[in-house]
């Protein structure tokens, strides 16, 4: 029997195991909404569609899951744009399938026309446009295939209207040939060997681990490895979560807004282990006093991350897991001799790095810090297990230095792209992906309106997300550079001007609450986590409070900035 | 340095504009690019030309291995190969200078394609070298255009040389 593209579509998605879409129709995908009461799966109807693409990205983030979004042809597709590049740069799998005229129609400036392979063609890991219906479960089964597997990324599947309308035979294909497509995922074992062979005779070695742990799920032994090890690890902003917070071997975040001891220790390190990390210029500053008496062993599923930035010693490219588990095999049959005598100094020595520069604030009590409400989040929410996303600027850098992570998939932030407006819709695609477990935004003033809108999604889809804005009435991480680097002209950086966020949750049927002092501050968070509904908490917080240590764009990270 | 890259991708629509936007994405250079259909129709060869120190080189393979739809790149860094150009050179050619450029054709085994009056066409094979030479020469009896295709390479195929 004959099945059309749009039953087709929906026959896809069900052998892919898909649960819920986010999306928001039009002319060009009528067609598979007509056909979408029919069967069993979510849709959450987004209000614009950078949203259905964050929430997709948050999702896949929380659940490990593939995201999926839908959307129109033209403005509905080059709406995706933003979330589609932040999904690429952080390696996070979605697949958007967006609307196309038809195609006797392409390429003729058709209504609501936009050439979306080409726009994306650089920020999505592979994109297609199905010229016919008979290509359509290949291709999607290819694309869900390639957005999970190797290093993930988005994938963008064009349905031009004529194609989803038109009937062909419906075989879901079981085995996928693509010439061109041959991840590395198994690490060389000699390569395993030589790595092994220079980390026993380093004497002040650290872990630096990044969002590759968490996508391929080695959190675990990226612990054991530590501890085996007694190596200090610290992560990327993206790794947040790939290595308990708590634990005595954790240095903190490294980079620009990273922790004094850790940074201290890259510098000083004489072994640097990189795992699923990429040396992004906001990790290594500038890049000849990155890691300089470093050998450095580099871990990497994508071969182009390896030697891109900095010189590597020892490559291994396969997923973190795999050369986790080889070399943790190796450790187990060769324990290194004397382990406690040799690494006591070192470790001592960055004990003395943490107590020389802890991360500090003081609170006293007229304005509430920022760093406290993501403090007190921290106190009263961290027994349950919360997901916390973010936004961007200095809200998103206090939730990596202040929350204290012990889980993977705990933190959803726009690393790579750093877009602001992610964090909420992300929170809400994190919510439907787990419905029973709390679920804060750490927001920004700023950022929290770039997708404002899509609170009414979660009000409708009852998706009680809590959002907690750091209110400092400023662009407040532009603000900063123009305080420490452009002699306080704070040109448009001001956002006095901005509306009552309370009563603008209250607008959209949400719940808004207000602290405005610190000794108000722990009965907001207390209240918003009891309310079974999406709630909007505005903390109105010290406007010039800055994010310390700071590493000038392009020094040395060793050159913080620590008041 | 300049370097000549073998490049196979399945012949497909868009292929050709994810290479180029590599390049031009990545800030890497094109210097010529070739492409046609291979032995199999659902493969294309690219001969591509680029310039770039070791680590630029290496990061030009490793992105374009990473592309979905290129099924394999030739370092022609690694591997022997012959490679070879053509141009179509029109040229004046006037009653005194005809024979010359004849004889330079000649000698550079062109082949004339076009004739008038007053201009010859000729086509020329070679390595880059050849061409060079050849245009040099000719641009002393007056070129009009020049049109070349930019280099094809093949590897060479193993030559066994052990006396028995
Ligand atoms: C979409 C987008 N536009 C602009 C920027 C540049 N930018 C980075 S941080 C920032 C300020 C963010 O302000 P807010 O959300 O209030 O956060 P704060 O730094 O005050 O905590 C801006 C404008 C960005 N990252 N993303
Ligand atoms: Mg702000």
Known sequence: MKLTGAQIFFESLKAEGVEVIFGLPGGAVIDIYDEMPKHNIRHILVRHEQGATHMADGYARATGKVGVCLVTSGPGATNTVTGIATAYCDSIPIVVFTGQVPTPLIGNDAFQEADIVGITRPCTKHNYLVKDVRDLARIIREA????????????????????????????????????????????????????????????RPVIYAGGGVILSSAAKELKELGERLKCPVTTTLMGLGGFPAPHELWLGMLGMHGTFRANMAVASADMLISIGARFDDRVTGKLDEFAPSAKIIHIDIDPTSISKNVRVDIPIVGDCKDALKKLLQLVKENPLEDLEKQRQPWLDQIQKWKETYPLAYEQKNDLIKPQYVVEMLYKLCKDKNPIISTEV??????????????????????????????????????????????????AGDGSIQMCIQELTTAVENNLPVKVAILNNQYLGMVRQWQQLFYERQYCATCLKMAPDFVKLAEAYGAVGLRATKPNEVEKVILEAIATPRPVLMDFVVNPEECVYPMVPAGAATTQMILV | MRHTLGVLVENQPGVLSRVAGLFSGRGFNIESLTVAQTLDPLVSHITLVTTGDETIMEQIVKQLNKLVNVIKVIDFREVKFVDREMALIKVKAEAHTRAEVLRIVDIFRGKVVDVSPNFLTVEVTGDEGKIQAILDLLAQLGIVEVVRTGRVAIARSKKNNKKK
Do not use: C
Not at chain 1, 172 to 199: D, F, L, V, W
């Open chain 1, 144 to 203: 869900f295939f390639l957005a999970r597997s190797g290093r993930p990324g988005p994938i963008l599947v064009d349905l031009p209207k004529d194609v989803i309308a038109s009937k062909a035979e419906f075989k879901y294909p079981k085995n996928i040939s693509m010439k061109g497509y041959k991840p590395t995922t198994e690490a060389h074992m000699g390569q395993i060997k030589r790595a092994y062979a220079t980390i026993a005779k380093s004497k």
């Open chain 1, 393 to 442: 600027g200095q809200n998103q850098m206090w939730a990596a230095q202040y929350y204290h992570y012990s889980e993977p998939r705990t933190l959803l932030t726009s690393g790579g792209l750093g877009t602001m407006g992610y964090g909420m819709p992300a929170a809400i695609g994190a919510q439907a992906g787990f419905p029973e477990r709390l679920v804060i935004d750490i």
